[in-house]
């Protein structure tokens, strides 16, 4: 479910993410598990409206990354979406 509003809901708009880990490996050299990626990064081209539309999700989706649990993490993505 985390991969359909973290990746998929984006790339509905034409966005593409690009996630990195800890080791700042990033998701177009390696396969990269969101639960493991550190940061993400929305790119939609020529499209600048849906980038700046999507720039508070993306930042609420980097605040999903700290929580404490994915109990935690799961229920800020859903109230993002919400929103």
């Known amino acids: 479910m985390a991969t359909f509003f973290i ?4 790339a509905a708009f034409g966005g593409y993410a690009t ?3 800890s080791k700042e490996v990033s998701s177009e050299d390696a396969y990269i598990r969101i639960d493991h990626a550190n940061s993400i990064t929305y790119d939609f081209g020529a499209e600048a409206k849906h980038a700046q539309t ?6 609420g989706v ?4 700290n929580k404490d649990t994915e109990a935690e993490s799961a229920i800020h993505l859903l109230n993002l979406l919400m929103d």
């Open 62 to 65: 980097l605040e999903s990354f």
């Open 19 to 21: 996630y990195l880990n």
């Open 7 to 10: 990746d998929k809901f984006p």
């Open 54 to 59: 999507f720039a508070p999700f993306q930042a």
